[in-house]
């Protein structure tokens, strides 16, 4: 589980297990303030997303048998971003502990 830090919030990403995943899927629910990065659109779109290299950026998926995440926290590393953190439980794992999740229009679960 990773714990929210004090100050700036982290950049979130989320990613697609296939190009067959639409972002209707990312609509459907997300870790709050989380962008939508794929692996194929990492080199074209990190530096506009994420222009300052120093921002904390958590990279997560479903949950551990995803290997995306993986891929794209190591390229943006690749690419010069200095705090990349790999939450390898993911989506599944924030659920189960009963935080919050946004969609594409509030969060789903305002209470928490």
Same mark, same amino acid.
């Given at each position: 589980m990773i714990d929210e830090p004090a100050g700036r919030a982290p950049v979130r990403i989320r990613l697609r297990r296939s190009l067959a995943a639409t972002?209707?899927?990312?609509?459907a629910g997300h870790l709050p303030g989380a962008? *939508?990065?794929p692996p194929e659109s990492v080199d074209g779109r990190a530096q506009r997303r994420i222009p300052d290299p120093s921002t904390e950026v958590i990279v997560y998926?479903?949950?551990v048998t995803c290997d995306s995440s993986v891929v794209v926290a190591k390229r943006l590393i690749e690419l010069g971003?200095? *705090?990349?953190?790999?939450y390898a439980e993911g989506k599944?794992?924030?659920v189960a502990a009963g935080l919050p999740l946004e969609d594409g229009r509030a969060a789903s679960n305002p209470a928490r």
């Open positions: 972002t209707a899927a990312f609509g962008i *939508n990065l998926c479903s949950d971003y200095e *705090n990349v953190s790999h599944n794992d924030w």
